[in-house]
């Protein structure tokens, strides 16, 4: 299987690119999300997935490894194909995704083209587990369980019982998280969290 492409974007637009290879041109269909991150770009390295049915071999680009196996996991789920996974990703940016998962926001899901309210909840129930597991050296906050992601859970709900809005200490904690990702302790993140609520 084909895990990346290196090379020169021969063509853009916001659905796709045809990136030369060593003389071999590919198309990839993108995500309007990779297309803002490279679309100014000449030479690029494009992390792929090759989808193949029986009358076509599609293959799909990511400016990430993040996006990628978010696609990944949204196209295992039935009734999600690499379109609607593709749209998902256009619509919302990768970390936005995973943490709508990761909070069981299937309302944010559904906002989304193609997804009605049983798939939305049905990602979120199937992949919950997974999101949380996914690892981004941009986005520490979503590590595994015993982390600074089960830090930041025990953070908001001490700050939802101190009778702060869950949205407002949502916010105030991933500000801090973003500041002072270095964090190690639920006492440090709820302090810090006060301060900047």
Known sequence: MIAYLNGTIQHKCPTYFIIEVNGVGYQVHISLNTYSKLQNNTACKI???????????????????????????????????????????????????????????????????????????RIVLELKDKMLKVTDASNLAWAAPGGVGSHKQEALSALIALGFAKQQSENAINKVLTKAPDLASVEAIIKAALQAL
Do not use: C, N
Not at 53 to 74: K, P, S, V, W
Not at 80 to 100: F, I, K
């Open 47 to 121: 992390f792929t997935h090759l989808h193949i049915q029986e009358d076509a071999h599609t293959m799909y680009g990511f400016a990430d490894e993040l996006e990628r196996q978010i696609f990944l996991y949204l196209i295992s789920i039935s009734g999600v194909g690499p379109s609607t996974a593709r749209m998902v990703l256009s619509s919302m940016a990768p970390e936005d995704v995973q943490q709508a998962i990761a909070h069981e926001r299937a309302d944010l899901l559904e906002k989304v083209k193609g997804i009605g309210p049983k798939t939305a909840k």
